[in-house]
């Protein structure tokens, strides 16, 4: 497969695939002669669990090491479950971490509304 089919397929861009390529998350494609690359099919669905790891909360170095231990071989749900985990105490640390802006975002509105405005004079308090 070209590169532009294995985008199109994958729904991604060609910057992209060459993207995923550089960073390890698909093999380096065979070149032909004219130094185009070439890919086998499986690097669509490569591609795509990519993107569907990326949608759960993994970082690019998370999925790499992910499709590397499948890669391995061996890799279950049990051997890998870490990794979620990982991903799931991040995202509840984000959570956490907006709830607190979000706390303190009101408590201005709140000293606004009543004449005392944080933004407008900032060392009143």
Known sequence: M???Q???EAGV??????FYERRGIL???RRRPSGYRVFDAAAVE???MAKSLQELGFTLDEIVDALAAHDRGG????SERWRLEAVVDRIDAKIAELGRARRAAVETLGDCRAGCCRLAHPHAG
């Open 2 to 4: 070209k590169i532009g």
């Open 6 to 8: 294995v985008a199109r």
């Open 13 to 18: 861009s060609v910057d992209a695939v060459r």
């Open 27 to 29: 093999p380096v494609a």
């Open 46 to 48: 490569r591609i795509r």
């Open 75 to 78: 890799a279950t749900c049990d």
